[in-house]
């Protein structure tokens, strides 16, 4: 059964400021997806990673794979309030092409 | 409109009591999944539908839930005796055909809210 752990889970900084989110999962994941959500709002896709050393950027953020590790990155550069939101990962189990697990989130507050 | 459609956007019920918790795939997606998120966690599979029939039902907690999907578009999530555990956001999401390498991305509605009192 595939696990999906994120950390941190709370992050708060300071605008223009980087850092990344980490999220690691416990099994083979086919792809590896980054969705956002604001309060009260829907899932908002972000990034699906399809291969190992697959990296994707979308202004501020960037996401990577690695699949050997077991282990996807949601890096964030310079930092702005708009960023503020929770970020969760989830991976595909292996026996299916469709049931997503997901971490808990990362609720990201950008402070000016 | 162009997304997925979830109605209602807020239900309050009491404990014990029957609902209906409705979601308007978009238009042409052919699979359609249910997912709950409870406070603080991800959301949790369910259920999910291709076409008309439950392809894989795994998700639902217990036999108290239960969902259709008659005519392969709309679709209903139906919940017996409600309880206060029940209480989460009730998300629901479709695609064009389930997940494959081409990328069938999933795109979610804004959920309903079900709080048991």
């Known amino acids: 059964e595939l696990k999906v752990e994120q950390n941190p889970l709370f992050l708060s900084m300071q605008e223009g400021k980087n850092y990344t989110i980490y999220c690691n999962y416990s099994?083979?994941?086919?792809?590896l997806y980054w969705y956002r959500q604001d309060p009260g709002k829907s899932l908002e896709s972000l990034f699906v990673l399809l291969s190992n050393g697959a990296v994707k950027q979308e202004g501020r953020l960037m996401a990577s794979l690695d699949t050997k590790a077991r282990l996807s990155t949601l890096h964030i550069t310079a930092a702005v309030h708009d960023l503020s939101a929770t970020y969760f990962c989830a991976g595909i189990s292996g026996g299916s092409n469709y049931k997503l697990t997901f971490g808990k989130g990362t609720l990201l507050t950008v402070n000016p | 409109g162009a997304g997925v459609s979830q109605t209602p956007s807020n239900k309050v019920t009491e404990k014990g009591k029957y609902v209906e918790l409705r979601c308007d795939p978009i238009?042409?997606?052919?699979?359609l999944y249910w997912y709950r998120q409870s406070l603080g966690q991800g959301p949790e599979f369910l259920i999910y539908f291709q076409g008309t029939g439950a392809a894989d039902d795994s998700g639902l907690p217990n036999d108290r839930f239960f969902a259709v999907r008659p005519e392969g578009s709309v679709s209903t999530l139906k919940i017996q005796r409600t309880e206060r555990g029940d209480s989460a956001v009730y998300l629901c999401?479709?695609?064009?055909?389930?997940?494959?390498?081409?990328?069938?991305?999933?795109?979610f509605g804004q959920g309903t809210r079900l709080t048991v009192v």
């Open positions: 099994t083979t994941s086919d792809r």
């Open positions: 999401a479709s695609s064009l055909t389930p997940g494959g390498p081409m990328n069938t991305e999933a795109f």
């Open positions: 238009s042409g997606h052919t699979a």
